[in-house]
């Protein structure tokens, strides 16, 4: 069991904590079990979803398709950077291996759908909320957002006055704002598959402030899940059940600081040497197949011909015996 523990401990020193949550999904998809996922992964599982072939391999079991002619059309995203998890209860969890960046998985789905789609016009939107309603602007179909007022937001132990607290609060309003717009069909079912990733940053400092198990951070972390609760039954409605709703938390911003820290304090003498093997390209087990393949029929072809020569009856089958046997006699 300690060895268990020790594994996960370097696991999560490596790559950081953090927690992939399936809010909502068709039931012609299936989520089982709880095994760990890296997040570089997530972008095969998301355009595996849509009914995509995926681009690289898996060992990750926790995905099924059981319909595919019953699969999402939007895939919806929230991504909370700061915190390894929010305390959502409600979905399918599982602990995430934060290697990767949550605006790269977004990029490579929005480009495989592009790539896939390239005469239609996908919605495909990123917003981070660290940018306000700039980001929100610049989709036309959140045209008429103009308030990200914290007032409008029910709370109890945050405060206004306190910068943390009102930055979060500030968030909250403005994803309640596009929830409205998507309750009021800003959003459609149109067959081609559509991406909408939000990004929340703010609960990262708050939580900082506070403290992880702090009644303010409790607080908004409750917030946040009723606000991504409000937010899948709208996009629900608006795909007529057709979407998967996820929940992306990262602590990785802390275990990256901290490695650099103790990256800093190491000399070159005293960092590890490792005899670590060469990488090679995806093209190699192809190269080195015709290479040896036709090494092998090569040398076995030499062998014959070999063998064909020492066992020739020169006085019958080699023409080139005969003409310089008859040279030479009339040389003589």
């Known amino acids: 069991m300690q060895h268990i523990v020790l594994v996960l401990g370097l696991v999560a020193s490596v790559y950081g904590a953090g927690e992939l949550s399936i809010i909502h999904h068709p039931g012609s998809i299936v989520f089982k079990g709880h095994d760990a996922i890296k997040e570089s992964t997530l972008p095969e599982v998301f355009s595996a979803a849509l009914g995509f072939s995926t681009e690289h391999f898996s060992h990750w079991q926790g995905f099924y398709i059981e319909?595919?002619?019953?699969?999402p059309e939007a895939i919806v995203t929230v991504a909370v950077d700061g915190v390894q998890d929010i305390g959502q209860n409600k979905g399918h969890h599982y602990p995430l291996l934060t290697n990767d960046d949550e605006n790269r998985v977004f990029k490579a789905?929005?480009?495989?759908?592009?790539?896939?789609?390239?005469?239609?016009?996908?919605?495909?939107?990123?917003?981070?909320?660290?940018?306000?309603?700039?980001?929100?602007?610049?989709?036309?179909?959140?045209?008429?957002?103009?308030?990200?007022?914290p007032k409008h937001v029910s709370h109890k132990h945050l405060k206004l006055d306190v910068e943390e607290d009102r930055t979060f609060l500030k968030d909250i309003a403005l994803l309640n704002a596009i929830i409205e717009?998507?309750?009021?069909?800003?959003?459609?079912?149109?067959?081609?598959?559509?991406?909408?990733?939000?990004?929340?940053?703010?609960?990262?400092?708050?939580?900082?402030?506070?403290?992880?198990?702090?009644?303010?951070?409790?607080?908004?972390?409750?917030?946040?899940?009723?606000?991504?609760?409000?937010?899948?039954?709208?996009?629900?409605?608006?795909?007529?059940?057709?979407?998967l709703v996820s929940v992306i938390t990262s602590d990785a911003s802390h275990t990256r600081l901290r490695r650099n820290i103790l990256a800093t304090s190491e000399t070159d003498s005293d960092k590890p040497k490792y005899n670590l093997a060469s990488t090679y390209s995806k093209d190699y087990p192809v190269i080195f197949n015709i290479i040896l393949w036709f090494s092998i029929v090569m040398l076995f072809a030499i062998l014959a011909i070999c063998h064909v020569t020492a066992n020739m009856d020169p006085g019958r089958d080699s023409i080139i015996y005969r003409m310089t046997s008859t040279r030479i006699t009339k040389d003589n």
């Open 181 to 243: 717009k998507v309750e009021y069909r800003a959003v459609k079912e149109d067959f081609v598959p559509d991406v909408y990733w939000f990004k929340i940053s703010s609960l990262h400092s708050l939580s900082d402030l506070h403290g992880p198990n702090s009644t303010e951070t409790q607080e908004a972390k409750k917030l946040l899940q009723d606000t991504i609760v409000r937010l899948t039954d709208a996009f629900v409605k608006q795909y007529n059940n057709h979407v």
């Open 67 to 71: 319909n595919p002619f019953n699969i």
């Open 109 to 149: 789905l929005a480009s495989r759908i592009s790539e896939r789609y390239p005469d239609e016009e996908p919605s495909l939107v990123r917003i981070d909320f660290a940018n306000g309603l700039d980001d929100v602007h610049q989709y036309s179909i959140f045209y008429g957002i103009k308030s990200e007022n």
